[in-house]
């Protein structure tokens, strides 16, 4: 299984991607993350954090469970329902420039129940896309503002990211 | 009419003190011999019966609701005797619970002119104790008898009051005519659907506990030594009920007993499984408990319980097809009663085919005070032929009678019944048994 | 998950976790400003209730309408059954219009049972006669996890009239699968026949069944039980049943008190401990829409039901 990312590159591909967001931000009090679970929220943690170590200044973080936003729910032949984790926004989103993070960008149907979600909690200024991975096939006209790695694939590959909050490790694995 | 010589067979006759390889030959309606290895007769027919075959007096069913006149919709005297005569019986004795009710020669004499129609089974009709059997006055007993009833009862309920107990006693000790009683402490019975226990608890169904049958077992008792009248209880389901009735024998009171298959072969765990709510398990008195289960089997074997009986109670499907509560109570028996003897009784070891015989043909007709129960010379040749080892599948789409509500669709039972002789008749032939009629 | 939630036993002792972790999601949904998700949009469901119930009834309806289902509400009494349709005719019209989900509450039990052999929709139970009473249950063990954080190894006094009451034997049953240690209180004329069999302990004193328990579930003591002779007067059932400040006392200091709802104020439970410190009363309403709310998606979800 070839690993495309491992720890040290993670690392500085995340404190790359903090500095492009504080170049293209002017105004960071209307600044928030909204990270999509489960992976997308330790991301934009650590993202936070990286700029509180920049400049001192704590971005609002939110948890954004999209698992009844799905559009593939009441379609599967197979019964079990997925599992649904909490949504976590603990502060207001309206007139806020949000963040949304999530590890792989791949057909897109995910950020666009991400976006419905979000709606629903009210009505930032403007919404950014944050991602990880970036491994094509998009099914929808959805694009990430911030990319850490551009990785092509084809669609019989898998595209798996391990982080140390929930899987021990960090790495970006491609699987057959 | 004839001569017809079934040869070859096992006869199982108690009443004659006979049980052994014996022809019968049948002549003009009635058994004119039975003997080993008879000669036919020119001109008489023979009937060579397979091996392993048994030939019985024909079993009577003492306990049959017709539902003619006023709910043909679940059956007619019809449709009951063709489903007696498929299920082995020969004669049944049919319930005055009709509308209007048995409780005059009107109704006596349509039954049987109904059943004369038919040209089936033999129909005794068992009037009513009580006018419309409202517990209130007797009803006239003495044309009920004159007009062919047997016996008397006000099955669907207990007779109502200890008093008009005692009276129909007394009164029917005149004619020697039993009182069948539906035991049953109302009160304690409440609006109970089930027995009551822990599958009724868990269900969330009403119960009825035992001592509401053997209560009103142990006042008729008591009213049948005080009054040296004869009481027969009918269905008998607790074990209670059976305590009383050796306790009653023990004092030679005259009362006798009967069960039904259901309640020597199942327990209300059928509520549970494996259909939940099933309707076709509701019946009064409920399904018990395996203890009392249990004990009506050691009572059959024992002798302490005289009779089997049915109380085959057809309900029209959609009457069947409703909640739990809301369902009657009653399910058909006339069709699957002998396979669930032989499997459940016979083979199991539980009891002889003598002693079977006894129970289904020997003792009603005691009870009754009617003919059969023999095979004697001169008898009428009411005869059941059964097949102890046919394997049966009970197919409720495939029974004569208009009625389907039975638990026991789709078991599959070892043995069953080949054919059925009314006065010399056949009337039934079981085309899977193999027997060439 | 089975097709159909009509009793405690159609769930393991893992789908009910599920339930219960489902049902803390669910939970935030009400916290919104927005307290909807499309999760159920384009799904029917009917809410088939003959027996008058606001608190069920209402609880289902915003559950359903939460995930953005459409509700159908069909009452009896405006209904055709009035004019004497039978469940089973009712049941085969309402299925005629191919619901994915019924919610029913009946008179009579089994009567859900009896749906699911007619009907294809997803049933759920939502009481039936005297049986079960199965979201009631889960709601109840989503309130004891709440307060005690587990279930399991927990004292749990239920005390009232259990032989009429589908809510005990809800709760006894997945109370017990989950590991509580749970007692029942009633006088004998309301304790059910072999009720002991579920794992319960039985018990003709409250005192006793109340000591030292973790939590206490009072049922309503219905005022037509004494035409059975079940008791001879509400005054005597609360001064030997009833739920009164003293009693409380000698549970554990955290003790939480429940009720299933509606109270019998002096009968079965005293006003002060009704609206006392220990009372979950209301949170119980309030995390039924949760707990109704994710049963629906565990159920509902899947394709068409085979």
Sequence with gaps: MPIVMDADRIARTLTRIAHEILERNRVLDELAFVGIRSRGFPLARRLARIIHEINGHDVPTGALDVTLYRDDLMRKSVGTQPVIQSTEIAFSIDDKHILLVDDVLYTGRTIRSALDALVEFGRPRSIQLVVLVDRGHRELPIKADYVGKNLPTSPTQSVQVYLAEIDGRDEVEIRE | MGQRLLKGGRVVDPANGRDGAFDVLIEEGRIARVAKDLAPPPGAEVTEIPRGFVICPGFVDMHVHLREPGQEHKETVATGTAAAVAGGFTAVACMPNTSPVNDNAGVTGYILLKAAEAGLARVYPIGAVSKGQKGEQLADIAELRQAGCVAVTDDGHPVATAILMRRALEYTSMFGMPVIEHCEEQTLKGDGVAHEGFHASTLGLRGIPGEAESIMALRDISLAELTGGAVHLAHMSARQTLDAVRYGKARGVRVTCEVTPHHFVLTDEMLVAPVPYDTNTKMNPPLREAADRDAMVRGLADGSVDVIATDHAPHHYDEKQQEFDRAPFGITGLETAVSLCLDRLVHRGVLSLGRLVELLSVNPVRILGVTGGSLAEQAPADVTILAPELGVTVSAARMRSKSRNTPFDGWQLRGGVAATFVDGRVVYVNQDAGLAL | ?306
């Excluded at chain 3, 029917?44 to 289902?60: A, I, K, Q």
């Design chain 3, 1 to 306: 998950m089975k097709k159909d939630l009509l009793e405690i036993a159609d769930l393991s002792s893992d789908e009910i976790y599920q339930v219960l972790d489902t049902a803390e999601a669910m939970r935030e949904i009400g916290e919104r400003p927005i307290k909807k998700v499309p999760t159920m949009r384009g799904k029917t469901v009917v809410n088939l209730f003959y027996e008058p119930s606001t608190r069920t009834r209402t609880s289902f309806e915003i559950a359903e309408k939460r995930l953005s289902a459409d509700t159908l509400n069909v009452a009896v009494a405006s209904s055709s059954v009035l004019k004497g349709e039978t469940l089973f005719d009712t049941a085969k019209n309402i299925e005629a219009m191919a619901p994915d989900v019924i919610v029913l509450r009946h008179p009579s039990s089994g009567a859900c049972h009896m749906l699911a052999r007619i009907c294809r929709s997803r049933i759920i139970n939502a009481g039936d006669g005297m049986h079960e009473h199965p979201t009631q249950a889960l709601l109840d063990a989503f309130t004891i996890r709440q307060h005690k954080k587990r279930v399991d190894g927990l004292k749990v006094a239920i005390v009232g009239d259990l032989l009429h009451s589908r809510v005990m034997r809800s709760n006894a049953l997945l109370l017990t699968m989950l590991g509580a240690d749970v007692w029942v209180s009633a006088p004998p004329t309301l304790v059910p026949s072999g009720i002991d069999r579920l794992g319960v302990k039985v018990s003709t004193s409250v005192d006793e069944v109340v000591e030292g328990a973790d939590v206490i579930m009072m049922l309503r003591i219905q005022h037509e039980r004494m035409q059975g002779a079940f008791f001879p007067s509400l005054r005597e059932y609360f001064n030997v049943f009833g739920m009164t400040a003293e009693r409380v006392g000698r549970a554990k200091p955290d003790v939480i008190i429940m009720h299933p709802g509606p109270m019998n104020r002096g009968v079965e439970i005293a006003s002060d401990v009704a609206d006392g410190p220990y009372s979950v009363i209301l949170e119980q309403v309030a995390n039924g829409v949760a707990v109704r709310m994710a049963v629906l998606y565990l159920l509902a979800g899947g394709a068409e039901a085979d």
